[in-house]
């Protein structure tokens, strides 16, 4: 959809902030030269070459690409659906997503996944990784091949986190109330390695991962299978993610059936470490907090989807003081409905400082999760900051419009002032996808008739 660029020349922004930390977090007024992917340059009054194409940025400011390190994008057509909207987590896996898993065909699938790469994109997502767990015994797996064509047809670099449900119906909030019954081990692994041979790239700056990903390891898996999983992803050098302590009935459960905590829960079946990520860690103790540093296990905040389905507030800052990764994500859109990391970022900017103080966060702090923070749990090396030698995965909000007029300090608007804030220009890879505000080659008008039809599939409870 979008036109390869060999060179670009990035001329004359108000700000650019890098993702680093520190007196490096804010780079000041400077170009940024591009080649063959990567940052070849960033200093003041860069001149042009005759064979790059100069894009002017003086009403813009320069940030990382979002790296969305935990989404569902199916539950792109399962926005606001009525059973669901004042639901709690468990009531609302029951009400929304699982009776609908089988009615989604790969059109379907194929139709939320455009919308909502199409949505991040203009959000100023360059990385999404995708917990993907529309899996059952009697379903197909084409639906992880469409979602790893459709990134590549945007040009957005793509995770995808392999998920499912191996659990008897009896303890999963999902499965429990369906007729669908749970892959085998078997089918889950041997799709797992299929897509490994198919897609995965171990590079630093590789567009294509796959992670292995059950659903959630508290009623996902039955315990003993834990291990097994994770020894197998660890003998194919794949990474490790899973939902865990979303709510207190998490937590619960592990207490009353297993005497634990979840974090312990999780290092007792070999669930800790640095290739392993959890998605929200809302209710956890300082002593788990203390084992997931110690491990290096990391964490993908959902702030918006933890405050709508009521489920709490997650402590990323003393997690990330503590010394645990922590990055950001958008969630599944039917359990948030938005997919733009500009309103993650600016929420999560804003709910800590409601929680815990003005001091709580600060805008640096929260650009740092949402790109660095989120390629290093996905071990993503060479993205996640602007810097020379690193990936050119960048996006440029323009801040002209009226609503930003009168800020001192621009480089922070997008995260202060959330939405709407314009995207004008998105580059992955050093390839422009979406160019002056429109993703190239997207009809939209085709993919809203798209959506609204799959709407009307998926109406019926």
Same mark, same amino acid.
């Given at each position: 959809?979008? !036109?390869? !660029?060999? +060179?670009?020349?990035?001329?004359?922004?108000?700000?650019?902030?890098?993702?680093?930390?520190?007196?490096?977090?804010?780079?000041?007024?400077?170009?940024? =030269?591009?080649?063959?992917?990567?940052?070849?340059?960033?200093?003041?009054?860069?001149?042009?070459?005759?064979?790059?194409?100069? #894009? @002017?940025?003086? +009403?813009?400011?320069?940030?990382?690409?979002?790296?969305?390190?935990?989404?569902?994008?199916?539950?792109?057509?399962?926005?606001?659906?009525?059973?669901?909207?004042?639901?709690?987590?468990?009531?609302?896996?029951?009400?929304?997503?699982?009776?609908?898993?089988?009615?989604?065909?790969?059109?379907?699938?194929?139709?939320?996944?455009? &919308?909502? #790469?199409?949505?991040?994109?203009?959000?100023?997502?360059?990385?999404?990784?995708?917990?993907?767990?529309?899996?059952?015994?009697?379903?197909?797996?084409?639906?992880?091949? &469409?979602?790893?064509?459709?990134?590549?047809? %945007?040009?957005?670099?793509?995770? &995808?986190?392999?998920?499912?449900?191996?659990?008897?119906?009896?303890?999963?909030?999902?499965?429990?109330?369906?007729?669908?019954?749970?892959? $085998?081990?078997?089918?889950?692994?041997? @799709?797992?390695?299929?897509?490994?041979?198919?897609?995965?790239?171990?590079?630093?700056?590789?567009?294509?991962?796959?992670?292995?990903?059950?659903? !959630?390891?508290? /009623?996902?898996?039955?315990?003993? &299978?834990?291990?097994?999983?994770?020894?197998?992803?660890?003998?194919?050098?794949?990474?490790?993610?899973?939902?865990?302590?979303?709510?207190?009935?998490?937590?619960?459960?592990?207490?009353?059936?297993?005497?634990?905590?979840?974090?312990?829960?999780?290092? @007792?079946?070999?669930?800790?470490?640095?290739?392993?990520?959890?998605?929200?860690?809302?209710?956890?103790? +300082?002593?788990?907090?203390?084992?997931?540093?110690? *491990?290096? *296990?990391?964490?993908?905040?959902?702030?918006?989807?933890?405050?709508?389905?009521?489920?709490? #507030?997650?402590?990323?800052?003393?997690?990330?003081?503590?010394?645990?990764?922590? *990055?950001?994500?958008?969630?599944?859109?039917?359990?948030?409905?938005?997919? $733009?990391?500009?309103?993650?970022?600016? %929420?999560?900017?804003?709910?800590?400082?409601?929680?815990?103080?003005?001091?709580?966060?600060?805008?640096?702090? #929260?650009?740092?999760?949402?790109?660095?923070?989120?390629?290093?749990?996905?071990?993503?090396?060479?993205?996640?900051?602007?810097?020379?030698?690193?990936?050119?995965?960048?996006?440029?909000?323009?801040?002209?419009?009226?609503?930003?007029?009168? /800020?001192?300090?621009?480089?922070?608007?997008?995260?202060?002032?959330?939405?709407?804030? =314009?995207?004008?220009?998105?580059?992955?890879?050093?390839?422009?996808?979406?160019?002056?505000?429109?993703?190239?080659?997207?009809?939209?008008?085709?993919?809203?008739?798209?959506?609204?039809?799959?709407?009307?599939?998926?109406?019926?409870?």
């Amino acid at each position: 959809m979008s !036109t390869q !660029t060999e +060179s670009l020349l990035i001329k004359n922004p108000l700000a650019v902030m890098s993702g680093l930390r520190g007196d490096r977090a804010r780079l000041g007024r400077v170009d940024l =030269r591009i080649r063959h992917g990567r940052i070849e340059a960033i200093a003041p009054d860069l001149t042009p070459h005759a064979d790059e194409r100069v #894009i @002017d940025a003086r +009403s813009c400011v320069v940030y990382p690409g979002w790296v969305n390190t935990h989404h569902h994008l199916f539950q792109n057509l399962l926005k606001a659906v009525p059973s669901g909207i004042n639901a709690d987590l468990q009531e609302w896996l029951a009400a929304v997503p699982y009776p609908r898993l089988a009615r989604f065909t790969p059109e379907l699938a194929r139709t939320a996944a455009r &919308l909502g #790469i199409a949505e991040l994109l203009l959000s100023g997502v360059t990385t999404c990784a995708d917990h993907h767990y529309l899996y059952h015994a009697q379903g197909g797996t084409e639906t992880g091949d &469409l979602l790893f064509e459709e990134a590549a047809s %945007f040009g957005m670099r793509f995770v &995808l986190c392999r998920g499912g449900a191996l659990q008897a119906a009896g303890d999963h909030p999902g499965f429990s109330k369906v007729a669908l019954k749970p892959e $085998s081990l078997d089918q889950m692994l041997a @799709d797992i390695e299929r897509l490994k041979a198919r897609y995965h790239d171990a590079d630093a700056a590789s567009m294509r991962r796959v992670v292995v990903a059950p659903t !959630t390891p508290t /009623f996902s898996l039955p315990p003993e &299978l834990l291990p097994e999983v994770a020894r197998a992803a660890r003998r194919m050098g794949l990474r490790l993610h899973t939902h865990l302590s979303e709510t207190t009935r998490y937590v619960d459960f592990c207490k009353e059936r297993y005497n634990r905590l979840p974090v312990e829960f999780v290092a @007792d079946h070999e669930w800790l470490g640095p290739d392993v990520w959890f998605a929200h860690l809302v209710h956890l103790q +300082s002593s788990e907090i203390a084992l997931l540093a110690q *491990s290096g *296990s990391g964490c993908a905040h959902c702030p918006v989807s933890n405050a709508r389905l009521g489920s709490g #507030i997650a402590p990323a800052p003393q997690m990330a003081a503590a010394g645990v990764p922590v *990055s950001l994500a958008v969630d599944g859109v039917a359990s948030n409905e938005s997919g $733009s990391m500009t309103n993650e970022a600016h %929420f999560a900017w804003l709910v800590h400082r409601a929680a815990q103080g003005a001091s709580a966060t600060t805008v640096d702090e #929260i650009i740092h999760w949402g790109s660095a923070g989120g390629a290093g749990v996905l071990g993503l090396d060479a993205v996640g900051t602007l810097e020379v030698g690193k990936a050119a995965d960048l996006v440029l909000y323009d801040v002209s419009d009226l609503r930003f007029n009168g /800020f001192h300090d621009l480089a922070v608007a997008p995260v202060t002032a959330g939405e709407p804030a =314009r995207v004008r220009y998105n580059v992955v890879n050093g390839r422009v996808v979406v160019d002056n505000g429109v993703i190239q080659g997207l009809d939209l008008d085709a993919l809203r008739h798209e959506a609204a039809e799959g709407v009307k599939l998926l109406l019926a409870d």
